[in-house]
């Protein structure tokens, strides 16, 4: 593995979040989860469907095969045939999300994205995020504004906000986690080689639920690697979002 | 049909203070610049804007003319927090109906169709409810009971939108990839004005684009005004993009009070024409 970069092995980390998806639109936001999702179609998951970042939907060969302009994506988003990956600035230990601002949610210290479709991504359709730095910053007991649901918080309020609401996967910088646990306390699913379970604790402020041995996040195959670098991200912006560590 | 064309300024004079102003476009694209403009340069504040939010909050914040910001997102797209907004909110200059980009679309389309409300899943859980007593809930009627968000209508006095094309009577026409929410804009309005690229004949609207592409009818369009290069630095495709060092700039105006009195004076406290000229003289 002496040249298989973390970048690299956080893009595989996606392209594994979409795995089972089937004939549902990936909506990867940002650099890595738009390799990762990409990689994913590419390879395991050849009928996601995918946009080319604004109002059409490209298949893998870029070529267009429908209109979706934002009137249509809020169609698909409550339909619920979507796998959305949000980056967020807060992430609680059930997967409250705040990428809305910092400080009072009226008056911030700082004013972030505010909601954007957060709170109507996380009730309707399965929802992963992406933190390219996994810090105590991040990862917090309690987010200062909740923009995307977590377990607890849809679980309150009531039948209506859980009947959809899914939260699948943390990729992060260091590792991979999920809400697999009882109380859908978020745990750790696996480390990137190289990484310590106790580093992904350290760098996290909060008490993950436990969860036994943790496997090491799988190594990308070399056919990866090659439609990582060929096609998904021929320029190589994975590497400027994550440094080799 | 009528001939609804006007100015710019007679567009503002029909303004008043502590109206409720919807803005067409996202973020950085297709906004209504021009009308923007005429209106910084008039006396009219207290303004409620509604906006699928980009430089047309950050300016209109920064020239202190809004009491409230209804917004999912403010946002330059090419960068991603707009900065002048940022500084009115975190001085607590402004107040907020903050929502989830779909409820704001249902909001509009609420207002539009004549009810007070839709409901809906959106927001249920998130401090779009839990924190703003203004987003009430409703219990289904039927035998699933489901308790919902009730997104209230989002009534405009006035909306203002920008067009690629439009005729003289008010049918406008999109010829970039989304119409965005323009049309549910001017339909949740008692009052909607449209700027465009070119006035052209009604018969010639077909010309540029397929019949799909005339998604904004006379119907609701009580002014049409002719603004060429009016979105700028906003894109305008396939007329223009963003301007995006102009954008820069604009950004970076929000770092102190005596650089937005610089961008003012040089971009602002100007005429239309001015603006326009000043900016072909940019040579971008």
């Not at chain 1, 309707?124 to 995020?129: A, F, G, I, R, V």
């Not at chain 2, 476009?25 to 209504?32: E, F, Y």
């Not at chain 2, 249902?106 to 007593?133: H, I, N, Y």
């Not at chain 2, 489901?146 to 209230?152: C, D, I, Q, R, V």
Request: charged fraction near 25%.
């Amino acid at each position: 593995m002496s040249d298989v970069r973390r970048a690299d092995i956080c893009a595989v980390a996606i392209a594994e979040c979409f795995r089972g998806d089937g004939e549902i639109m990936a909506n990867p936001i940002g650099t890595l989860p738009r390799v990762g999702g990409l990689l994913a179609r590419l390879s395991f998951e050849p009928d996601l469907v995918m946009t080319d970042g604004e109002a059409m939907l490209v298949n893998a060969d870029g070529v267009v095969e429908a209109w979706n302009p934002y009137r249509t994506m809020f169609d698909v988003v409550w339909s619920g045939r979507r796998h959305v990956m949000m980056g967020g600035s807060q992430l609680d230990p059930f997967g409250n999300h705040n990428f809305a601002g910092i400080g009072d949610m009226k008056r911030p210290k700082a004013q972030l994205l505010g909601m954007r479709g957060a709170p109507g991504n996380t009730v309707n359709d399965k929802t992963s995020y992406w933190i390219p730095n996994h810090s105590p910053r991040v990862f917090v007991e309690k987010v200062d504004v909740v923009s995307g649901v977590g377990y607890d918080r849809a679980r309150a309020a009531g039948p209506a906000a859980t009947r959809y609401h899914q939260l699948r996967f943390v990729v992060t910088n260091l590792g991979v986690l999920d809400f697999e646990s009882p109380d859908h306390r978020m745990r750790l699913r696996s480390v990137h080689p190289g990484v310590t379970v106790d580093e992904v604790v350290e760098a996290t402020g909060f008490d993950l639920a436990p969860n036994g041995d943790v496997p090491e996040t799988r190594l990308p195959t070399n056919d990866e690697l090659r439609l990582l670098d060929d096609v998904a991200d021929p320029g190589g912006d994975r590497f400027t979002e994550v440094k080799d560590q | 049909m009528a001939d609804k064309r006007m100015t710019a300024a007679e567009v503002v004079g029909e303004l008043r203070d502590g109206m409720t102003i919807g803005v067409g476009g996202w973020g950085s694209r297709r906004k209504p610049m021009a009308l923007v403009r005429e209106l910084l340069r008039s006396p009219v504040r207290d303004l409620t804007v509604v906006s699928y939010g980009g430089p047309d909050v950050g300016l209109l914040c920064a020239a202190g003319k809004v009491a409230k910001v209804v917004f999912a997102f403010v946002s330059l797209d090419s960068i991603a927090l707009e900065p002048h907004f940022r500084n009115a909110k975190q001085a607590g200059e402004v107040d907020t109906l903050e929502l989830d980009e779909g409820m704001f679309l249902l909001g509009l389309q609420a207002a539009a169709w004549r009810v007070p409300f839709l409901p809906t899943r959106v927001g249920l859980g998130s401090d779009v409810v839990e924190r703003q007593p203004e987003i009430r809930m409703v219990t289904s009627p039927y035998d699933d009971g489901e308790e919902l968000a009730a997104m209230p209508a989002l009534k405009l006095d006035v909306a203002l939108i920008h067009q690629n094309r439009a005729d003289a009577s008010g049918n406008a026409q999109f010829l970039g990839p989304d119409l965005y929410f323009d049309d549910l804009m001017v339909q949740a309005a008692d009052r909607a004005f449209v700027s465009c690229e070119r006035v052209v004949d009604t018969a010639d609207l077909l010309k540029e684009g397929s019949h799909h592409t005339l998604r904004i009818s006379r119907l609701w369009i009580d002014g049409v005004v002719e603004t060429p290069n009016g979105a700028h630095f906003t894109s305008c495709v396939p007329d223009y993009d963003r301007d995006e060092a102009f954008q820069r700039d604009y950004a970076k105006a929000a770092a102190s009070p005596e650089t937005w009195a610089e961008f003012k004076a040089a971009w602002l406290d100007v005429s239309e024409d001015d603006y326009q000229r000043k900016v072909a003289g940019l040579g971008r």
